[in-house]
């Protein structure tokens, strides 16, 4: 594998870390949720949030894979 | 409580964590870049920056020659999106630096603050908590479980019983975790407020219903709609009042104090009284059609005693939460635990909480032992030696003397059913107790 494809993965990942880091977030206010330190609702929020970043995780995985099938590392 | 700077260019990352943040009880602030960090820097004073690796106008590194410059440096956490920029930071800012990497958790946040290098829980196995709370592997515990479960599908009123300290509200609160339902929990002590003020306690009142009521307050039914309302110390509720609860339980509707319209309410009531049953019927604490209405699904909780092998268990969890909050590494013994467990906790786990909270306070924080005082002392109970009464190396002398006292403390202090019990003639008893210095001359 090139440099600049190392690079490139580098960079998805990176992005895919964020959502990743959201969800684990989130998820922490969920368990505060349901232990009673924050409004209920808070939770359904939160769940709504996790979904919608899981979502954006597989997208960018998804485009990560496009982009190396089509050798476009740049 | 700290003053904290969240430097982060996700916004809904830095949103959680200021939810998380101040549930920890500090001060937090955020920024998106470096320009807004350096804004907050000349405004504010900071006990703790948490700084994200790479931001938009550049890395989080950048900051480190103005913090430098001010008058107190605050503690910097870096947070970065991958495990081997570590290296990187280190080379850069030298070993004294602190890092998150992301994902991250409420415990490193948590960590990261408070200066603890190990994650919680990270030694021992973790202790189950059921239902977010309680905790105990024994089979009277199981069986509280099982009723907490069934129960909490069900929207019927419970009643707590249980001696003072063994966890009624502890319980109340796992039913409500365990509930599905959108309200919160919301408890108030009935025998906290006086005749006059329990009524709008419980039920509101509006504004200039009395002389004090300068504001319309919404009572605690109001406050629990759709979750669940716990009363503490239901049977200390005075008799007179207990006609106006009734009618809210019944018709489900309150009035505030002074006011007119009815109000609909709709939760759980979980009550609890530390009287038994049998107490409650013969005593005329409680009327009796207040009784079926809250009882509707009666819940004893067993004391500590009788599930005494708990006791290791939230020992432990009494000691890592101690150790969270202090910074300390104490641990447990095998022996200590098993002396613990041969106390009769009379003040239950309220009892075994604060002990092990004052032995925590009398530690070297410094060590991991943890020192017991000789004996467990309350005020409830007799005195219970934590030494074990057997070990190797003590003399004759000291275990008869051990049993001569605890026999004299079961007879309350009688000694001539003391020799009895002792296998030894009286005189020998009186001679044993001159020779403990312990009996004035007149006596013998």
């Known amino acids: ?69 089509n050798g476009k590392t740049e | 409580m700290l003053t904290v700077l969240l430097v982060d260019d996700d916004p809904e990352f830095t949103e959680v964590a200021c939810t998380i943040i101040e549930f920890l009880g500090h001060d937090i602030l955020t920024a998106a870049n470096l320009a807004e960090a350096r804004e907050w820097l000349t405004k504010e004073t900071f006990d703790h920056i948490l700084l994200d690796f790479m931001l938009p106008d550049g890395s989080g590194v950048h900051l480190f020659d103005e913090l430098d410059a001010l008058p107190k440096r605050p503690k910097v956490t870096l947070i970065t999106g991958h495990p081997s920029v570590r290296g990187i930071i280190k080379g850069l800012c030298g070993p004294n630096i602190d890092y998150l990497v992301k994902p991250i958790q409420r415990e490193d946040i948590e960590a990261a603050l408070t200066g603890k290098k190990e994650k919680p829980n990270s030694g021992g196995p973790r202790i189950k908590k059921y239902f977010g709370h309680l905790i105990g592997e024994s089979a009277p515990m199981k069986e509280l479980y099982k009723l907490i479960e069934r129960v909490s599908r069900t929207s019927a009123n419970v009643m707590l019983l249980g001696e003072s300290g063994v966890g009624k509200e502890v319980v109340a609160e796992s039913i409500h975790a365990a509930s599905d339902v959108t309200g919160p929990y919301i408890a108030t002590n009935c025998g906290a407020f006086s005749k006059e003020l329990i009524g709008s306690e419980l039920f509101g009142h509006e504004k200039g219903a009395f002389t004090g009521a300068v504001n319309r307050k919404e009572g605690v039914f109001e406050q629990a709609e759709s979750g669940t309302l716990f009363l503490d110390e239901i049977t200390e509720m005075p008799i007179d009042m207990q006609p106006n609860l009734l009618r809210v339980l019944e018709n489900k509707v309150v009035i505030r104090v002074g006011g007119t319209k009815t109000i609909p309410v709709n939760c759980r009531v979980v009550s609890a009284t530390n009287r038994k049953m049998e107490e409650i019927a013969e005593s005329k604490v409680l009327r009796e059609d207040i009784y079926f209405r809250l009882a509707v699904f009666p819940i004893t909780i067993p004391p500590l005693r009788e599930r005494k092998e708990d006791i290791p268990l939230l020992a432990s969890q009494f000691i890592t939460d101690f150790n969270q909050e202090n910074g300390t590494r104490f641990e447990w013994e095998e022996t200590q635990l098993d002396n613990l467990m041969t106390y009769d906790w009379p003040g239950n786990v309220r009892e075994l909480r604060h002990f092990v909270h004052r032995a925590g306070i009398m530690s070297d924080p410094d060590k991991t032992d943890i020192e017991l005082p000789k004996t467990i002392e309350s005020p409830f109970a007799k005195k219970q030696s934590t030494s074990p009464a057997l070990e190797a190396g003590r003399t004759i002398e000291d275990v008869e003397k051990e049993l001569i006292y605890a026999t004299l403390e079961k007879v309350n202090g009688n000694k001539t059913l003391a020799a009895e019990m002792l296998g030894i003639s009286t005189k020998t008893l009186y001679n044993r107790l001159h020779a403990y210095g312990d009996l004035s001359k007149d006596e013998s």
């Open chain 1, 1 to 69: 594998m090139k440099d600049e494809e190392i690079g490139a993965i580098a960079r998805w990942v990176h992005d895919a870390r964020k959502p990743l880091n959201r969800i684990s977030m989130q998820a922490e206010l969920v368990k505060m949720a349901l232990n009673g330190d924050i409004p209920a609702e808070k939770a359904q929020d939160a769940l709504d949030k996790i979904i919608a970043s899981t979502k954006d995780c597989s997208h960018a995985l998804a485009e990560m894979m496009e982009e190396l099938a």
